[in-house]
């Protein structure tokens, strides 16, 4: 998880391109982790467990996936403020929780 605000009872985690691309840099699909499996299957099963158990104690989870907000052709963040204010406020009002 990216943040984590008490008070909301809310996390946050922002998912870069490689968790919903295959980016071989980051997957190293030819070396194995210790549970014997490549480091993008890991992210994979990393990402479920996330999205199971913070739900699972009564947490709201908000994931921000980088093509949602504005990026560059590279998927470099622009910080695109106002746009970024309004996906963002998008994403809260679907999870119900209200920003002031």
Same mark, same amino acid.
């Given at each position: ?11 946050? $985690? ?26 993008? $299957? ?8 996330? =999205? ?5 104690? =009564? ?22 403020? =106002? ?18």
């Amino acid at each position: 998880m990216d943040a984590y605000w008490p008070e909301q009872q809310l996390v946050a $985690e922002y998912r870069e391109r490689q968790h919903s691309e295959s980016t071989p840099f980051f997957d190293k699909p030819t070396v194995m982790t210790v549970s014997g499996v490549d480091r993008g $299957e890991q992210r994979r099963r990393y990402d479920a467990r996330r =999205g199971e158990v913070i739900p699972a104690h =009564g947490l709201s989870l908000l994931v921000v996936n980088a093509d949602q907000l504005a990026c560059d052709a590279r998927g470099r963040l622009r910080r695109a403020r =106002g746009e970024d204010q309004r996906t963002l406020g998008t994403l809260l009002r679907e999870l119900n929780i209200t920003v002031s």
